[in-house]
């Protein structure tokens, strides 16, 4: 089977198209370190959703590090954009939540179909297999076949599961789930909420809601649950915007990004850690399990250049 770093690299292939080979173009052989140049330049990292105030500011760095070490060719420019890039991304520091935290809860947000369930079944089965005890809450009693959905992953990662008849108030499954993993001694308690209601404001005020009831289920002292965000990188910039709204409501410590499979650009990717400051924890390129890693932002950056 390729391993999930080429099925990135493929998840990625249009991107690195558009971006590497249209930046080699523009450079040419011999490049010439001048306005034409760095405006081109400009415009591929646009056109690759890094976002505009993004582009200019790695366009300034590139050039200033191509002109004080006197670049002569595409190649070197190149190495000039990954380490920006990299830094970037490096740029925001991330870690996945307190491990000694016991049960170290999740939340994860997101709008409909952003692939929340899928995310939840994906990240229960690995952290299954490094040998931690999860249990799945269905909290997205607005709809009946998330919780459906939320039951086939729990079986396939030899997660526990904690739902309610469909309709449900969603804090109180949240609730009765971290008691529960209290009670079991378990590790991990993977939280699924709705990603739509009657309307936004009401979404929000539930999300926080439900975080409240986490809470006060952990009790005193306990390290707070962590919100993880769940984002379609195929929406682009407009998932920045929904991003903003959900960090405002329930605070958000980490992005999943899904779908970087599809028509995705990977500019996406460094536009959430410039302008949002949050890192990205996981990367999805499929439907499977082995469809979803942690993010490395070195590999990130190899997997568009190489
Ligand atoms: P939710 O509404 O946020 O819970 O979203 P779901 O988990 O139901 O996912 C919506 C759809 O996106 C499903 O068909 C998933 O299989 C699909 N999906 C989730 N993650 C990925 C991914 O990384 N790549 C692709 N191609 N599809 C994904």
């Not at 558009?18 to 523009?26: C, H, Q």
């Not at 011999?30 to 646009?46: C, R, T």
């Not at 000039?80 to 490096?90: C, D, F, P, S």
């Not at 939340?107 to 229960?124: C, E, L, P, W």
């Amino acid at each position: 089977m390729r391993s999930f770093f080429q099925r990135l690299k493929q998840g990625l292939a249009r991107t690195h198209k558009g971006l590497t080979e249209r930046i080699k173009e523009t450079i040419g052989l011999a490049p010439k370190l001048d306005d034409e140049l760095f405006a081109d330049l400009e415009s591929a990292l646009i056109a690759a959703d890094c976002g505009v105030d993004l582009a200019a500011e790695m366009t300034a760095a590139v050039r200033a590090a191509c002109e004080r070490d006197r670049v002569e060719s595409s190649d070197a420019i190149v190495e000039r954009l990954k380490t920006t890039m990299a830094g970037v991304l490096r740029g925001v520091t991330s870690d996945q939540g307190s491990t000694a935290a016991r049960p170290r809860v999740t939340i994860f947000v997101g709008v409909n179909g952003s692939g929340k369930t899928t995310s939840i079944g994906k990240i229960g089965c690995h952290y299954a297999r490094a040998g931690r005890r999860v249990l799945f809450a269905a909290a997205d009693t607005f709809r009946a076949a998330a919780g459906e959905q939320l039951e086939i992953w729990a079986e396939r990662a030899g997660a526990q599961l904690v739902k309610s008849a469909s309709g449900g108030d969603p804090a109180a499954v949240a609730y009765d789930a971290v008691v529960a993993a209290k009670a079991r001694g378990l590790d991990d308690v993977l939280i699924d909420t709705a990603g739509r209601l009657q309307n936004k404001a009401n979404l929000m005020a539930e999300l926080a809601k439900v975080r409240r009831s986490i809470d006060k289920a952990r009790g005193d002292g306990a390290p707070p649950a962590q919100v993880l965000l769940v984002m379609d990188a195929t929406t682009g910039q407009n998932g920045l915007v929904q991003a903003a709204e959900f960090t405002r409501a329930v605070g958000v410590d980490g992005i999943v990004l899904t779908k970087l499979d599809g028509t995705a650009k990977g500019g996406i990717v460094l536009a959430i850690a410039h302008r949002l400051k949050i890192p990205v924890l996981w990367v999805g390129v499929g439907e499977t399990v082995d469809d979803l890693e942690t993010f490395d932002p070195d590999e990130f950056v190899a997997a568009l250049f190489d």
